[in-house]
């Protein structure tokens, strides 16, 4: 056997390997990507606690990830803990709704220009039993009898996020513990697949494309919680704590928090208080519009020297194409898609200059 054959046989059994291990991890990979996310933007935090428990790593990672965990577990069970109170009630106004017909609010026939338009559509869609589930392509809601039937399928949806939830902080754990030797083997094999240089000018780059853009989405996002918060209260919300909790947590995407605010919005109307329900859509889509297209690209771009519309494509596009985690890995692609770029074009040196050498 030549040594070309058995260099071909060695990446095949490689690549053989690689490809088992995929299909054999290919449930687990949300959790660990979700770790990875986790451990790279709190791994200074997690250094200086250990520098503080003596150098106790396991001690250190085990604090933390029960750290990390609180902070979303808590805001997590005190709005399932919500839901719950809420959910019969809310699930059988939606059974009801979807049976009988919802019928034409008051306030929307009186909307100027566009309330009849409105009010047509309504009632050839939602006003018609069974008009939600036609309105949604899934058409899930039709196949429901009973609220009990909706919060049997909420709550197999809710327990298989909570797995994924409980393995991510598993996976974190082990990732504080052995990040060290982690990070050094992944070195090793990217100098040797790419060279030292290469993969350094490359690595060093992800970590803080992670990190700015979970300070960008996380804590821009909790801003615009509290933000928008102070109008549900000024316009006598009910629960508008909750509301806030709600709208913090999906103003992490982008444009996730109209869903929240517009909702809000719709309730104040619907129970009349329409000056309210006004101002509240107004001023959650200033604060949108504000957050979205100039602090979060502001934010991300200083840390990362992203273009604006990389740091938006980025956010953007990964949100659509991989979903939630889209949101750090989009813009993670983009730092490594514009760092190849800089390096393929042409250093000063290799230019040229205008002045002529001395002989």
């Known amino acids: 056997m030549t040594d070309t054959q058995r260099d071909i046989l060695s990446a095949g059994f490689s690549l053989t390997l690689i490809a088992l291990a995929c299909f054999v991890m290919q449930r687990f990979f949300l959790p660990l990507i979700w770790a ?3 451990c ?63 019928p034409v609010p008051d306030f929307v026939l009186h909307l100027p220009v566009i309330g009849d338009s409105i009010s047509d559509w309504w009632q050839a869609t939602l006003s018609q039993p069974h008009g939600l589930a036609h309105l949604f392509s899934d058409r899930e809601i039709n196949g429901f009898h009973s609220a009990r039937d909706m919060i049997k399928v909420a709550g197999v949806g809710f327990m298989h996020r909570l797995v994924d939830f ?35 000018h490359y690595a060093d780059k992800i970590p803080t494309a992670i990190r700015a853009t979970v300070n960008g989405l996380v804590l821009v996002g909790l801003a615009e919680g509290v933000l928008i918060g102070i109008a549900y209260w000024l316009a006598g919300l009910s629960s508008p704590a909750l509301w806030a909790a709600a709208t913090g947590i999906l103003a992490i995407i982008p444009f996730g928090a109209p869903l929240a605010f517009l909702a809000a919005a719709g309730v104040l109307a619907f129970g009349g208080a329409v000056p309210g329900a006004i101002g509240v859509a107004v001023w959650g889509g200033i604060v ?72």
């Not at 993670?332 to 042409?346: D, G, K, N, R």
């Open 36 to 38: 990875g996310i986790l």
């Open 40 to 102: 790279v933007a709190t791994w200074p935090l997690y250094t200086r606690v250990r520098a503080r428990l003596g150098q106790h790593h396991i001690v250190a990672a085990a604090l933390l990830t029960l750290l990390m965990a609180a902070v979303f577990i808590v805001p997590v069970l005190l709005g399932v803990a919500q839901a719950a109170r809420q959910a019969p009630e809310l699930a059988n106004y939606v059974v009801n709704a979807n049976t009988d017909g919802i």
């Open 166 to 200: 409980g393995l991510a902080f598993l996976c974190l754990f082990f990732f504080y513990k052995d990040g060290e030797t982690l990070n050094r083997q992944i070195t090793n094999l990217g100098n040797r697949c790419f060279g030292a240089v290469r993969w350094a």
């Open 288 to 359: 949108l519009f504000v957050a979205d297209h100039f602090v979060r690209p502001g934010i991300i771009g200083n840390a990362t020297r992203l273009p604006f519309l990389a740091v938006l494509f980025g956010i953007l596009g990964g949100v659509e194409t991989l979903g939630l985690v889209g949101l750090f890995i989009g813009p993670v692609v983009m730092v490594l898609f514009v760092t190849l770029w800089q390096e393929a074009q042409p250093q000063p040196e290799d230019v040229g200059s205008p002045v002529a050498k001395p002989r």
